[in-house]
């Protein structure tokens, strides 16, 4: 009688490990690749206020895509988020009055494993509050697989005015 009760639990536990094996499992981060032609922005490159950009990056990944986003805010107090090997000059430290701010999520086609993001940014001159500090900032790009995954690249840029 006790064998009949325990049966079951093995035969579970059997399924469960002869089901799943170590080939359906993405335990592998995405990449973001800033080395093919005309990739931007780059570390140490200058943006300007009241302009659009094209955002050019390839993202990658074993199994498939999720989604991507870019974070771009200040960096007048010279904290570091960068990933890059390479330094930029960066300004005198100094505090924000009206910094810029942009922060947006964008989705890749399901059923990509390669991606060329190419983004418009348009970056405003100014707000309800006046024009934007020109300075030093950060450009952060996060990319998630569908697995959850993720990778980000910090990058140092100037935002000025022409």
Not at 15 to 36: A, G, M, R, Y
Not at 78 to 95: N, R, W
């Amino acid at each position: 009688m006790k064998a009949l009760k325990i049966f079951p639990g093995l035969c579970l536990v059997l399924f469960v490990f002869t089901t799943c094996s170590e080939d359906d499992i993405d335990d592998v981060k995405p990449e973001i690749d800033l080395t093919i032609s005309g990739a931007f922005p780059l570390n140490c490159d200058t943006l300007y206020f009241g302009e659009t950009f094209t955002l050019k990056m390839l993202f990658t990944d074993n199994a498939e895509l999720g989604s991507y986003s870019i974070d771009i805010h200040n960096n007048f107090d010279h904290h570091s988020h960068s990933t890059e090997v390479s330094e930029c000059s960066l300004d005198e430290i100094k505090d924000a009055v009206n910094a810029f701010v942009f922060i947006e999520d964008f989705e890749i086609p399901e059923g990509l494993d390669a991606y060329e993001a190419s983004e418009e940014v348009s970056i405003p001159e100014s707000d309800s509050d006046g024009e934007f500090d020109e300075g030093d900032y950060h450009f952060f790009i996060s990319l998630v697989d569908k697995e959850g995954w993720s990778v980000q690249r910090g990058l140092s840029i100037k935002i000025l005015r022409r």
